[in-house]
């Protein structure tokens, strides 16, 4: 057990016999009460995000997930197939606890997979992923001045918001945090 107050980004509790994760957290201390904390949580069982507020001090379930390195094999209909890189054993996990990860990941990528009582719980791919552009809209002459972005779509079939200079062909390395454009990847 720990207390509301060691609550931090990523931490993850029991709330209600189900697996949530800290989204966002604050520390408000009142003018007369005592401090609360206010989070953001994320049900690593169902995806969905609530908001859930805890006195100063609080008791909350700490939960101990445990992580391996696994690398996506390939896509089973409607489950992923993951190989363990240690052991080559194989699990498959259904597609809707994937969420958005197959925008990001190919066939040979490995990721991390939480467990907990020997479920896997989430996956999560690796921060930076470089990925080639498969389309690209062409660049309009004149507009280069400004910080005018395009949508391109790389082979994953995810669409990235991207500087006009990145054209078909081009590798880029995308943040699987937020989906956003990092840079051009020189080939």
Avoid: W
């Amino acid at each position: 057990m720990i207390t509301s107050n060691d609550l931090r980004k990523g931490t993850v509790i029991k709330v209600d016999d189900d697996i949530c994760s800290v989204v966002e957290f604050q520390h408000v201390k009142q003018a007369r009460g005592g401090a609360i904390v206010r989070t953001r949580l994320k049900s690593l069982t169902k995806g969905s995000i609530f908001d859930k507020t805890y006195r100063g001090g609080e008791k909350v379930q700490d939960v101990r997930l445990e992580k391996r390195k696994m690398q996506y094999s390939y896509d089973d209909g409607d489950a992923l197939v993951f190989i363990d890189t240690e052991t080559y054993d194989q699990e498959s996990i259904a597609k809707e606890y994937v969420d958005d990860i197959l925008n990001y990941i190919i066939e040979g990528d490995e990721v991390e997979i939480a467990i907990y009582e020997g479920r896997p719980i989430s996956i999560e791919p690796p921060i930076f992923v470089s990925r080639r552009v498969v389309y690209a809209e062409p660049a309009v002459r004149g507009d280069t001045a400004t910080n005018v972005m395009k949508s391109v779509r790389v082979e994953t079939g995810a669409t990235i918001s991207c500087p006009l200079f990145v054209e078909e062909g081009d590798i880029i390395k995308i943040d699987t945090r937020t989906g956003e454009y990092v840079e051009r990847v020189k080939q």
